[in-house]
């Protein structure tokens, strides 16, 4: 299976490649456009600020490419910041746009600026859980300042799991062909593993 | 809202893991690779790498490659550090995988580091440390050898640049067992805003409950992990046996 | 120190969380043992075996010491699944001679292949030292080599199904019954190794023995395969206890009747537990340490089981504790003269180690309390050594 690792400068794709190869895989790293050729399922790390992140996908060529990609049978793994680039306007470092695929915004947690680093407990949906192997309550790190919020009426059911952190956090979201974590699996010891065993056999409907 | 954390101290020293008391008479403390694989196992919420060559050596860079080699097999936060002076040590740091950039000495002078840090990388993934030492009944920065930086100034400044974490070493308690100075630790967290890992003494399981009773929820083990037979499942079972609220 | 309600197993007991009622949460695990569909579980082991059935040169490695628990999962495996194992046994330099004649009789009965493995016992020497004293645990060698030996060997004979026997949910909380359990890395770091790897302790030696030239191969028989190389050799390490209703009294009168296997006078417990540990010669030392550190012993160990399987209760099991417990072994001797250092050094390395809240000690106090059972075959460790 061609497994795909976006590469957009700081995001921090050796953890995450070395999370699915020690899952028994072989990942490739996408740099540009021509790299997506063929390619079966995609993780998009995400360490870094939005603005910056944001524009650096474009200069690659592949933030139409990625857009294009969604609503396939091609299935997508986002992760914190590669999360939060599927919603549809972001406010870190400036305002810029994202893949619009769940309609929210994604602003600071609070005001001073707080960051979320660390394990929180993570409220999963039952089935999915069950799924996954995991507890409805399991814990996974995050490390983040931005959050979804305002997510529209219709894009609400697609949230599966929650944490709380001063505010509500959506934290796992699957809607389509895509998979979104706020949480970094690839940080997560044995329940991020088994999150991630689950994406690479994950076939959405 | 976050677990409290219990993360490992690990000192890097030509590609082996050492660890002493008050920053001397280091001993083996095994391989940094198998050993960091081994503290994820038992259930570390993070872990935290300093590269101690880069003190002794001035110009030299840290240890990219026994990072990498540890970030192979590591499902864990890292935090790394050690000789970490510009922004481009920092890129590499971050993609030799680590998560959080650690950096102390290279500040002390000049501070405008962090502010190239944050602005690339998010101040989620700068932790500024600071060591430490009881001199004369009062506390001073352990590098500040002609005591010129007052402290509180110094802490409320780098906080308002922006960085999510500080780690506060104790270097006249490390290897001693005697528990953190939890006066002095009570009196920081007034001052500090950001979150906050404290290291330095911490020998029994008294001494962590103690910590997390005063308010801190973060702290580095060394001694007690490597010279002793507490293994951090024991040390979270008996945690959460008295009701913290730690991750098993 | 709190005790549990229910067994007497205190809390300084490596993974015990205690209810409200301040039961233990080996005690609680238990009753699920009791709920499980054990005959589903047993379907599931068939399915798992259908897959390795002929396909390899072994059908599974069976890790086996010759004791109560590895001699009744070959028993099972060979004639109640007919399988075709290859027996492999970590041999850690301290087998005594009836457990070894146990060893040829049920190897020899079952009709099996059979290696066994002893690693250099000058290694073993500073291994032991160097976890006395960094962890007041002298057993590294045992501890990992039971574990990685057969790991290594089923990678390199290319037997992909290794069958371990006792669950850990018997007696501590690392897993509870409704977890299959695996030998991987996170098995090995949390509950075998004492969170040090063969790597590591090639480190440690180095340093504490600069003179003996030490090479990195010395330690290669401890050395665990990384998650990538058990990922690439599919290596499936399963515990026929996930399985199976573990039945530790069940099973020995079995191995007794079917194989002729015969328990031992062992040090430190009543002497109608003759099917514990009766095969190492520094299971005295071992348990007298463990009743050091964290304030019980094997005794407590052998009559919690027995309560949580109604056979004991649990005012008889607070006196036996008392009587056994905390008696000085007589193979603290020999363990001395192996390691080299004095009784006096001994009790210092290890009260470093004690485990609170259990309290301090009084070495002086101790040092006369000495057991009066001495191991039949006492002589011959003498001999050996």
Redesign the interface.
């Known amino acids: 299976m061609k497994i795909g690792i976006i590469d957009y400068g700081?995001g921090?794709i050796?953890?995450v490649y070395?999370?699915v190869?020690?899952?028994?895989y072989d990942p490739i790293i996408i740099k540009n456009q021509k790299d997506l050729k063929n390619i079966q399922k995609i993780i998009i790390p995400g360490?870094?600020?939005a603005f910056?992140s944001i524009k650096i996908f474009k200069e690659k060529n592949l933030f139409e490419e990625i857009k294009k990609i969604i609503n396939t049978n091609i299935p997508i793994l986002g992760i914190c910041l590669g999360f939060q680039i599927f919603s549809r306007n972001l406010f870190?470092g400036g305002e810029s746009n994202g893949w619009n695929l769940i309609n929210a915004k994604v602003v600071p947690i609070d005001n001073p600026?707080i960051?979320?680093?660390?394990?929180?407990?993570v409220d999963i949906d039952k089935d999915l859980a069950i799924n996954i192997g995991i507890k409805e309550k399991t814990?996974f790190?995050?490390?983040?300042?931005y959050f979804l919020d305002n997510i529209n009426n219709q894009d609400r059911k697609f949230v599966l799991g929650y944490t709380?952190?001063k505010k509500k956090i959506p934290s796992l979201i699957i809607k389509s062909n895509f998979m979104g974590v706020q949480f970094?699996p690839?940080?997560?010891?044995?329940n991020?593993?088994k999150l991630l065993k689950y994406f690479l056999k994950w076939q959405p409907q | 809202m976050n677990l409290l954390r219990i993360i490992p101290s690990l000192l890097l020293s030509n590609k082996k893991l050492v660890k002493g008391t008050m920053f001397k008479n280091h001993k083996s403390a095994g391989n940094p690779i198998t050993t960091t694989l081994a503290f994820e196992n038992q259930g570390a919420d993070e872990i935290s790498i300093i590269d101690i060559d880069c003190y002794k050596k001035k110009d030299l860079e840290p240890d990219y490659n026994t990072l990498k080699e540890i970030a192979k097999f590591s499902t864990t936060p890292i935090t790394f550090g050690g000789g970490v002076k510009n922004l481009t040590i920092a890129k590499k740091v971050i993609r030799a995988g680590a998560e959080k950039i650690y950096i102390n000495r290279s500040i002390l002078k000049n501070k405008e580091i962090i502010n190239d840090l944050v602005k690339y990388f998010g101040g989620q993934a700068v932790v500024v440390g600071i060591n430490l030492f009881k001199e004369n009944n009062k506390y001073k920065i352990y590098e500040d050898i002609e005591n010129k930086i007052n402290l509180e100034k110094y802490i409320l400044q780098i906080q308002e640049m922006g960085i999510g974490e500080i780690k506060i070493m104790f270097v006249d308690r490390e290897g001693k067992k005697i528990g953190l100075d939890l006066e002095y630790c009570k009196y920081l967290n007034k001052i500090i805003n950001v979150s906050c890992v404290f290291e330095g003494g911490i020998g029994s399981l008294d001494h962590l409950e103690n910590a997390f009773d005063e308010g801190i929820k973060a702290i580095s083990l060394g001694t007690m992990l490597i010279f002793c037979d507490y293994n951090i499942v024991k040390i979270k079972s008996h945690l959460l046996n008295r009701g913290y609220n730690i991750r098993l | 120190m709190k005790i549990c309600s229910s067994c007497v197993i205190p809390e300084t007991s490596e993974t015990l969380i205690f209810d409200k009622d301040n039961k233990c949460s080996v005690c609680t695990q238990i009753k699920e043992k009791k709920v499980i569909n054990w005959k589903q579980k047993e379907e599931s082991l068939d399915l798992l075996i259908d897959q390795y059935r002929g396909k390899y040169e072994y059908d599974c490695i069976v890790p086996f010491s010759g004791g109560k628990d590895s001699t009744f999962t070959l028993w099972y495996l060979v004639t109640q699944k007919k399988l075709k194992p290859l027996v492999v046994r970590f041999d850690h330099n301290f087998y005594r001679k009836n457990h070894e004649l146990n060893v040829q009789k049920v190897v020899t009965k079952l009709g099996v292949d059979f290696i066994n493995y002893k690693t250099n016992f000058e290694i073993v020497k500073k291994t032991m030292m160097e976890s006395l004293i960094r962890r007041g645990d002298f057993c590294w060698h045992c501890h990992v080599g039971v574990s990685a030996l057969p790991i290594n060997i089923a990678i390199e004979k290319k037997v992909p199904l290794i069958f371990f026997g006792e669950p850990s949910s018997e007696y501590s909380s690392y897993n509870d019954y409704e977890e299959m359990e695996e030998m991987d890395n996170e098995r090995f770091n949390k509950v075998s190794n004492l969170g040090i790897n063969a790597e590591d302790m090639y480190e440690m030696i180095k340093e504490r023995y600069p003179e003996q030239q030490i090479n990195i191969r010395d330690l290669k028989p401890y050395m665990f395969p990384n998650p990538r190389e058990l990922v690439e050799n599919k290596i499936k390490s399963r515990f026929l206890g996930n399985y199976i209703f573990w039945d530790v009294r069940k099973q020995v009168e079995i191995i007794k009747k079917e194989l002729g296997w015969q328990g031992d006078n062992v040090e430190g417990i009543p002497q109608d537990y003759d099917y514990e540990k009766i095969e190492c010669m520094m299971q005295g030392v071992r348990d007298y340490i463990k009743f050091l550190k964290r304030g019980f012993g094997r005794t407590a160990h052998l009559t919690s089981i027995d309560i949580r399987n109604n056979r004991m209760d649990r005012d008889k099991a607070l006196d036996l504790c008392k009587m056994y417990d905390d008696k000085k072994p007589k193979s603290l001797d020999l363990f001395l003269k192996i390691i080299n250092i004095s009784e006096n050094e001994f009790y210092n390395i290890v009260q470093k180690h004690i485990v609170s809240p259990n309290e301090i000690w009084d070495k002086e106090i101790l040092k006369n309390d000495k057991s009066k059972i001495i191991p039949s075959d006492f002589d011959e460790w003498i001999k050996k050594f």
Not at chain 1, 21 to 24: A, E, K, R
């Open positions: 700081a921090n050796n953890s070395n999370s190869y020690n899952l028994g360490v870094g600020s910056n870190e600026a960051f979320n680093i660390g394990w929180c407990e814990n790190y995050f490390c983040h300042s709380t952190f970094h690839e940080k997560s010891q044995s991020g593993n």
